[in-house]
């Protein structure tokens, strides 16, 4: 850069590399404008794309750098990928990602009056940053801007970029962007994709780990704006996913059914129909010849002091877990019970049913907040 008083608009993919980024290029150019730009339609899902947006806002804040947060174009993205889902990381898929991502960074330049252009993707350990290098100057000189080909990843780079994020606790994602790249690397940990689960009822979005994660940190915003001190840490925890029941008669009627939280497959294999036979009944509960059990509404209704009027009220609008769990502890008389519940209008002894359901427990980790003042100490953010 010949003048350093210039602006460089600065392409930004997440905190834990922006802050570092963003910190050397200060240092490099003090007198320089910095515009942040965050444009990243290849994260998914949504929620973690809001999410590490939430967390770049907090970086760029306390660097002072302005930040323009663009549009979501997640179709333009998914159009541009087509025929490269398979692709491995570091692949062809990424070459078209960058390219995109830069492309679009040029174009706001133009439109800003704004000369020079770099990427944060640039910081990276995991990016090919030769590649990047190459494509900046390209899409830059294509556009006649100059691209900001900065290097502070050498000399123990790296490190320091770690020791900042560290300090200052930002967010730190364990997958590129991509629904594929999250796939593949879930599959390499023997695990689901749970950030892109998302429930049905609006009232249990706080039980799914992205949601309690984007509560967490938008709390910690709060947290730091009031000055209340606080303590980010890691915690273990399952999370129950259901996927689907599908419950029919023997004459193949679909019956409406509510599947009580924890109750885990009958089968792995997500198709599968078994047929069930209620057997015994006691104590209002009908157990079948599988480790199935029926209630009706009016059962569920009185273990759970609720009034809902149909099984699909109860599907929209279930009540909080705690009372959900509170439901089966009462059935099963243990803490820990698994077993498959289901909730129905009515059923009777004998009666034989054809059933097809699918669920996972799975164990996340997931950040939570110890507040640290005098009354709060020992307590947790709240949210949950
Ligand atoms: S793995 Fe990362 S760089 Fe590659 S396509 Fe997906 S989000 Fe883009």
């Given at each position: 850069?010949?003048n350093s008083?210039e602006?460089?608009?600065?392409?930004i993919?997440c905190?834990?590399?922006?802050?570092?980024?963003?910190t050397?290029?200060?240092?490099?150019?003090?007198n320089a404008?910095l515009?942040g730009y965050f444009?990243?339609?290849?994260i998914?899902?949504?929620e973690?794309?809001?999410?590490?947006?939430?967390?770049v806002?907090?970086?760029?804040?306390?660097?002072?750098?302005?930040?323009i947060d663009?549009?979501y174009d997640?179709?333009?993205?998914?159009c541009a990928?087509e025929?490269?889902?398979?692709?491995?990381?570091?692949?062809?898929?990424?070459?078209i990602?960058?390219?995109?991502?830069?492309g679009?960074s040029a174009?706001k330049?133009?439109?800003l009056g704004?000369?020079h252009i770099?990427?944060?993707?640039?910081?990276s350990?995991?990016k090919?940053?030769?590649?990047?290098?190459?494509l900046g100057?390209?899409?830059?000189?294509?556009s006649g801007?100059?691209f900001?080909?900065?290097?502070?990843?050498s000399?123990?780079?790296?490190?320091?970029q770690?020791n900042?994020?560290?300090?200052d606790?930002?967010?730190?994602?364990?997958y590129?962007?991509?629904?594929?790249?999250?796939?593949s690397?879930?599959?390499?940990?023997?695990?689901?994709p749970s950030e892109?689960f998302?429930?049905i009822?609006?009232s249990?979005?706080?039980?799914y780990?992205i949601?309690?994660?984007?509560?967490?940190y938008?709390?910690?915003?709060?947290?730091?704006?009031?000055?209340?001190?606080y303590?980010?840490y890691?915690?273990?925890q399952s999370?129950?996913?259901?996927?689907?029941?599908?419950?029919t008669d023997?004459?193949q009627n679909l019956?409406p059914?509510y599947?009580l939280?924890?109750s885990?497959?009958?089968s792995?294999?997500?198709?599968r129909k078994?047929?069930?036979q209620i057997?015994m009944l006691?104590?209002?509960?009908?157990y079948?010849d599988k480790?199935?059990?029926f209630?009706?509404?009016?059962?569920?209704n009185?273990?759970c002091?609720?009034r809902?009027a149909?099984i699909a009220?109860?599907?929209?609008?279930p009540?909080?877990?705690?009372r959900?769990i509170a439901?089966?502890?009462?059935?099963?008389?243990?803490?820990y019970?698994?077993s498959l519940?289901l909730?129905?209008q009515?059923?009777a002894l004998?009666?034989?049913?054809?059933?097809?359901?699918?669920?996972?427990?799975?164990?996340?980790t997931?950040?939570?907040?110890?507040l640290?003042?005098a009354?709060?100490s020992?307590?947790?953010?709240?949210?949950?």
């Amino acid at each position: 850069m010949q003048n350093s008083n210039e602006s460089i608009l600065v392409h930004i993919c997440c905190s834990v590399d922006s802050h570092h980024f963003l910190t050397e290029l200060r240092a490099l150019y003090p007198n320089a404008r910095l515009v942040g730009y965050f444009y990243n339609p290849n994260i998914h899902p949504y929620e973690e794309y809001q999410l590490r947006l939430l967390d770049v806002a907090r970086s760029c804040a306390m660097l002072g750098v302005e930040l323009i947060d663009e549009s979501y174009d997640v179709t333009t993205w998914l159009c541009a990928t087509e025929g490269q889902e398979d692709a491995p990381e570091k692949g062809e898929r990424c070459g078209i990602c960058f390219s995109m991502r830069l492309g679009k960074s040029a174009q706001k330049a133009k439109e800003l009056g704004i000369a020079h252009i770099t990427t944060t993707l640039l910081t990276s350990p995991l990016k090919p940053q030769a590649e990047l290098f190459a494509l900046g100057e390209a899409i830059a000189s294509d556009s006649g801007l100059c691209f900001v080909a900065l290097d502070c990843r050498s000399n123990g780079g790296t490190q320091k970029q770690q020791n900042r994020a560290k300090q200052d606790r930002l967010y730190r994602q364990n997958y590129c962007g991509c629904f594929y790249a999250l796939q593949s690397q879930r599959e390499r940990a023997g695990k689901n994709p749970s950030e892109m689960f998302c429930p049905i009822a609006q009232s249990r979005y706080l039980e799914y780990p992205i949601h309690q994660r984007i509560a967490t940190y938008t709390r910690r915003i709060e947290l730091e704006r009031e000055k209340i001190p606080y303590h980010l840490y890691k915690k273990q925890q399952s999370f129950y996913y259901p996927f689907f029941t599908r419950l029919t008669d023997s004459k193949q009627n679909l019956l409406p059914c509510y599947t009580l939280t924890h109750s885990l497959s009958l089968s792995r294999q997500p198709l599968r129909k078994q047929k069930i036979q209620i057997c015994m009944l006691h104590n209002d509960i009908g157990y079948t010849d599988k480790q199935a059990m029926f209630i009706t509404l009016s059962t569920f209704n009185a273990l759970c002091h609720t009034r809902y009027a149909s099984i699909a009220q109860l599907l929209f609008a279930p009540p909080p877990l705690s009372r959900e769990i509170a439901v089966r502890r009462a059935i099963e008389d243990i803490d820990y019970g698994l077993s498959l519940i289901l909730v129905v209008q009515e059923f009777a002894l004998h009666q034989s049913f054809t059933l097809s359901h699918y669920a996972l427990l799975q164990e996340e980790t997931i950040e939570s907040l110890l507040l640290l003042g005098a009354q709060d100490s020992h307590k947790d953010s709240g949210n949950f």
